[in-house]
């Protein structure tokens, strides 16, 4: 009995030694195959040069191991090779320095500084202000127009409200300055209407047009995020905008009524051009001695009430617009792109509607003729550009605008071309929308003016002009992509505005803008009489 408690005592200590041994082994080997970097030449390198990694257990091929540079996954066409000592990798253009970080499948590495030439660890590189927005991920850190990227991280705020996402671009724009040094250019905000969700931890949005590599960030009203960096996956398509023009613009309303009472008011939406990428700096000047309310970019709500004083009154409205000549230069194989059928673009603007009766049996049968052998919205919405412009003879007196009645007549002025082109391509799954504003002569001379713009999944909204295309003095080549800056945008598809008046009548008085309405008067008005005069040009510069 003494023996065996004595032998008992005796193999317990052994046994707990041998699994501590086993254990420190274990331990041992797994941080011996951690990845390990010992060295990175050269010690500062320059965006687009090689930098060499040395070091240990980088495993023999890449696999499914992964690179970090600061918040970027690197791609697998920045790195050139892969070995267990050593990787190659070449730097990213618009990368920034920070920390690198190799990840396999025996864990990461202990983070090592990288520096670029052209700047050094900042802001921008990846650190935390304290109740800043702060952003640790994004997912997928690589894609292009239309893909859904979730940020994560934290400070963004239970809700938006004046907060904003903001992506490199290759728009310079005025903006506001981080930290009070650095001028924050090239960015391009995601539209509210791009937002899927916003919580203090995650924001999910569909990715804005146009996006350059680079950086993105966060703003709230505490101040600007961290940088984190995404990846353009289209390589050969851009945008180029060159030549800016300057325009003063005057509107003009004459209105008398008899206001029955004091209740008596007309509500007139004022339509100035809108804001895009191509066009911005708008200043809307609103006629003072009118009470007025801004609603959004491009609109002024004015209010028109009983003075006590007869006689007409008079409403004058001025703005200020800078324009760029755009163009469009796409790769077609990058951007066969199959749509989005639930994205609200694809939704919107490839149903019918009264204004544009797509789905009408002639125009269905136009449609289908026309790109039944094709895939891809690039090659269906040249098909039906091309179409229209030999179907159709420009004539400005036609007054013909129903797509079914401008394929039988086969004429129309720049509206008929724009809402032809933009029904076949909405029902050949082409998600389109008419874009009005004015077209200035070489005189300064400004006229009203339609074209269309189609939707490629990948990239964004892309320019057409088949009635200019169809002068017959110019290749139709140069409207396929391309804008000048003699085009005005006042609107880009419909602008549906409220009714405020549930017993009011509305109306239209504007051909400058596709609208809804843009003025409607309370049931006690009579014997109104308005008088817009056209869009007038006060100076060009």
Known sequence: ?????????????????????????????????????????????????????????????????????????????????WSDREIVITIPEKANSGLLTIRTETGSSKPAVIVLEENVPAIGAGSYIPGH?????????????????????????????????????????????????????????????????????AIRLYLPDYVLTGDVYVKTERGYSNAAYFEQELQNSTVTLKDKKTYML????????????????????MISPRETLFQWNIINLPDRYFQHHYSCSGLTLYFLENTGSPGEVNLIHNSIVEVYSSAYNVDPSELNRPYDAKSPIFLEYTGSSDQIPSSSPRVSTVARSLTRRLNGGYDKARAVYD?????????????????????????????????????????????????????????????VHWWAEFYLQGFGWFPVDPALADDGENPIENYW??????????????????????????????????????????SAINNLHMNRSDVKITAIY
């Open 1 to 81: 009995m003494n023996r065996k408690v004595t032998l008992l005592a005796i193999g317990i200590p052994a046994t707990m030694l041998i699994i501590s041994l086993i254990a420190f082994i274990i331990n041992t080997r797994i941080a011996e195959g951690k990845p390990r970097i010992t060295g990175m030449n050269p010690p500062i390198v320059a965006r687009g040069e090689n930098l060499v990694i040395t070091g240990k257990n980088f495993g023999k091929t890449k696999d499914s191991s992964r690179i970090f540079l600061s918040s970027l996954d690197l791609l697998s066409r920045y790195i050139v090779s």
């Open 133 to 201: 927005p702060f952003i640790e991920s994004m997912d997928p850190s690589a894609g292009a127009s239309g893909d859904i990227v979730t940020i994560t991280g934290e400070n963004f705020g239970d809700r938006k409200y004046n907060g904003s996402v903001l992506f490199s671009s290759g728009f310079s724009r005025t903006a506001d300055r981080l930290d009070g040094e650095t001028e924050y250019l090239d960015f391009i905000p995601v539209d509210d209407s791009r937002i899927l969700s916003w919580e203090d931890k």
């Open 250 to 269: 005057k509107q003009s309303l004459s209105v008398e009524a008899d206001y029955g009472s004091e209740t008596g008011r007309i509500n007139y939406w």
């Open 387 to 447: 179409y229209v412009i030999a179907r159709l003879a420009y004539d400005a007196s036609a007054q013909l605008w129903e797509p079914d009645a401008v394929i039988d007549e086969m004429k129309g002025d720049s509206k008929s071309y724009s809402l032809l082109f933009t029904a076949l391509c909405r029902n050949a799954g082409v998600p389109a929308r008419p874009v009005t504003g004015l077209l200035v002569d070489e005189q300064g001379k400004p006229s």
């Open 481 to 522: 992509g391309k804008i000048d800056n003699q085009h005005i945008v006042f609107s880009r598809g419909e602008i549906v505005l409220p009714q405020l008046f549930p017993d009011g009548k509305t109306g239209i008085d504007t051909d400058h803008a596709y609208v809804s309405h843009n003025y409607e008067v309370s």
